[in-house]
């Protein structure tokens, strides 16, 4: 891992967006190199990414 929060024991990355901690796996999968926390995750329930930028969701999201 070459994020450097990440490399931290005990680190856990959050969401940018809710706050919400994400597993390291979800991190390093869906994070650009370089940025330790992603910018949505899956309890965003009404933001989605959209390439390099998060957006609203166009129609509800049922979980």
Do not use: W
């Amino acid at each position: 891992m070459s994020c450097g929060k990440m490399l931290h024991e005990g680190y856990m990355p959050e969401c940018q967006n809710c706050g919400a901690f994400v597993t390291d796996a979800y991190a390093r999968v869906f994070t650009p190199r370089g940025v330790d926390d992603p910018r949505v995750c899956p309890d965003c329930q009404d933001k989605i990414r959209d390439g390099a930028e998060v957006r609203t969701a166009r129609s509800s999201r049922n979980p």
